[in-house]
């Protein structure tokens, strides 16, 4: 490609990005297409995990029991990428992957983490001008139920975070951890269809 076909490429991909991050009634389509991208970007960085790692791997308990619905999966996608880009920040010196697709995935998760919280901003506002206040006895029992969801999972977060700690941030431990935040990405992924 000649640089200005590459620009071209650069512009095209901002401009489709920019649309969908403006976009909050897109959510979930948003989401789905995103979380793919991160999917594959997961995939690349390695194969599955390496033989001599496989006796060190640890049941993390995915939290299965939570099924975000419509208006609680941006805030159950918002702790999840934010908990997602905490793990990815710590050092991952001793693993084997390309420092570009890692900053490529960091990169893809800050994007993210700031469309929602534009989303859930936009959403908040609108309640506050509508004076939608009221004590209402079925959005106080979602909220309590979107709080246990939220505690749940960074119980999880914290779990792999605990592990690579005790690993010693170790190429074993991060292959482990890829393949369970994979893992997690997959299974929420699935609610952003319904
Ligand atoms: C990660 O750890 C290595 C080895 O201990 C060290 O040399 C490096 O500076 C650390 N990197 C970061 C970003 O902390
Ligand atoms: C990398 O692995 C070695 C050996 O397991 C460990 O001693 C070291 O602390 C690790 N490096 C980092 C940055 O954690």
Redesign the pocket.
């Known amino acids: 490609m000649t640089p200005k076909y590459i620009w071209l490429a650069h512009f095209v991909g901002l401009f489709m990005t920019c649309i969908l991050s403006q976009d909050c009634n897109l959510l979930k389509v948003h989401l789905s297409t995103v979380t793919w991208q991160n999917l594959k970007i997961l995939n690349e960085m390695s194969n599955s995990i390496p033989i001599e790692c496989l006796r060190e791997i640890q049941d993390f308990k995915l939290p299965k029991e939570i099924q975000p619905e419509k208006t609680s999966i941006k805030y159950i996608f918002y702790e999840m990428f934010t908990q997602a880009i905490n793990i990815f920040s710590q ?1 991952t ?2 693993s084997t992957w390309d420092k570009e697709q890692l900053v490529q995935f960091q990169n893809k998760l800050y994007e993210q983490i700031e469309y929602l919280q534009q989303c859930l901003n936009k959403e908040n506002k609108e309640k506050e001008d509508m004076k939608e206040v009221k004590a209402d006895e079925k959005e106080h029992s979602g909220a309590e139920v979107l709080w246990q969801s939220q505690l749940k999972l960074r119980r999880y977060f914290s779990r792999i975070y605990n592990f690579l700690k005790d690993k ?3 190429r074993c431990a991060w292959e482990i951890v890829r393949v369970e935040i994979r893992r997690c990405f997959h299974y929420f992924e699935t609610f952003t269809k319904s």
């Open positions: 050092n010196s001793n010693k941030y170790s």
